[in-house]
C-alpha cells in the first residue's frame, strides 16, 4: 500500500521570540515491511537542518532559528510503500529464558517511568496467559485482554500517567494502551518496545478504513513484541488487532519519551499557541493538507 503523510506543526508566539532549537521525530522508518521513497523537511522561517540517526536507530532532524520570530512553521512530507507483516510461529514460553534471548533484549525487558508494573499489573498478565505456553499467543492474550479493558477516552490522561493509574481507571488512549501491554509483557519475560507512528483509520480504536479518503490524524502508538529465534511482532492493542499496511512507522524505543515527535525550547518572554496534526491518504495530498490546522489556529489567535 501506497501512502503520503504530510506532518505539520505551527507555533504562534505572542511577542517574537529571539531564537529556538528544535529536534524533529517524524521521518518513517525504513525495513523490511516499509520502503520509504520521498521524505522532504521544510522550517519557516528557514533554517538549515541537520540530521543524525539515535540509538534506536530512529532519524532525529536538528534545527534552530536563531532570529527574532513570531511564528514558526514546521512541515514534513513523506511518502512509504507499506507491505503485509506475516504471523510469528509458534516458540515454546521456555525460549524467554535463554541468555541468548535475555541478554539482547536487555533494555526492553526493564521497567521504566512510563511502564513500572505493579502486583495488579503483574497478576492480570498471568490470568490473561494462564495455561498458554506459546510466546505469540501469550502476545495476543495481553493485547486483547488490554484492548477488552480499558476505554478510549481522550483527555482522559497526561504524558506520564503511571500504568498502575490507568489500570485502576480503565481509561486512556493509544500511548496509555501501549505502555500497559508493554508492561504486562514485560513483567512476563517477553522483550517488548514502543511503537510510534500513524495509522490510517479516522478513529483509531474502531480501525476503520478509509477507502482512499484524505483524513487528519495524531500521532498513534502500538507495541512491537520480541519473539525468540524470529523477530520483532507488531500489534496494536488500541484496536485489538496486529499491524497492517495501513499502520506508518515513524520510530521504536523503550517508551514515548525515546520518540517524543518534536522537542524544544524557544528563548523569550512570551507564551505560544500550538496546533498539530497529520494528513494521510492512498494517494497524492491536497496542496493545503491538512487544512483543518489552519481553521483552529486562527481560532486559538482570536481567542
Request: net charge negative.
Amino acid at each position: 500500500m501506497e501512502i503520503s503523510l504530510r506532518y505539520v506543526t505551527r507555533f504562534h508566539y505572542q511577542t517574537p521570540v529571539w531564537e529556538s532549537q528544535n529536534a524533529l521525530r517524524a521521518c518513517p522508518r525504513r525495513d523490511g515491511f516499509q520502503r520509504l521513497s520521498d521524505y522532504r523537511l521544510t522550517v519557516d522561517p528557514a533554517a538549515k537542518v541537520m540530521s543524525y540517526w539515535d540509538r534506536w536507530g530512529n532519524q532525529v532532524d536538528l534545527f534552530g532559528v536563531r532570529e527574532p520570530h513570531d511564528r514558526l512553521t514546521v512541515t514534513a512530507d513523506a511518502r512509504v510503500e507499506t507491505d503485509p507483516r506475516p504471523e510469528p510461529p509458534a516458540v515454546p514460553v521456555s525460549a524467554l529464558t535463554n541468555t541468548a534471548y535475555r541478554e539482547p533484549m536487555w533494555s526492553f525487558l526493564q521497567p521504566g517511568p512510563h511502564t513500572r508494573w505493579e502486583q495488579p499489573i503483574t497478576d492480570a498478565a498471568e490470568d490473561a496467559v494462564a495455561g498458554v505456553d506459546d510466546v505469540a499467543a501469550r502476545v495476543r492474550a495481553v493485547a486483547e485482554l488490554v484492548f477488552g479493558s480499558i476505554d478510549y477516552t481522550p483527555g482522559a490522561t497526561e504524558i506520564g500517567v503511571s500504568v498502575a493509574d490507568v489500570w485502576e481507571n480503565r481509561r486512556g488512549v493509544c500511548q496509555d494502551y501501549s505502555h500497559v501491554t508493554i508492561a504486562m509483557l514485560r513483567s512476563l519475560g517477553i522483550g517488548a518496545r514502543y511503537v510510534s507512528g500513524y495509522f490510517y483509520a479516522a478513529d483509531p480504536a474502531a480501525g476503520d478504513d478509509p477507502a482512499g479518503e484524505e483524513i487528519t490524524v495524531q500521532t498513534h502508538a502500538w507495541v512491537s513484541a520480541a519473539i525468540p529465534g524470529w523477530g520483532w511482532w507488531d500489534i496494536d492493542p488500541t484496536n485489538g488487532s496486529p499491524v497492517g499496511e495501513r499502520h506508518v512507522v515513524i520510530g521504536h524505543g523503550r517508551d514515548y519519551d525515546d520518540l517524543t515527535p518534536l522537542r524544544g525550547v524557544y528563548f523569550g518572554e512570551t507564551d505560544h499557541l500550538l496546533v498539530a496534526g497529520v494528513a494521510m491518504r492512498t494517494g497524492p495530498l491536497a496542496p493545503n493538507a491538512p487544512a483543518r490546522l489552519t481553521e483552529l489556529q486562527q481560532q486559538q489567535i482570536q481567542q
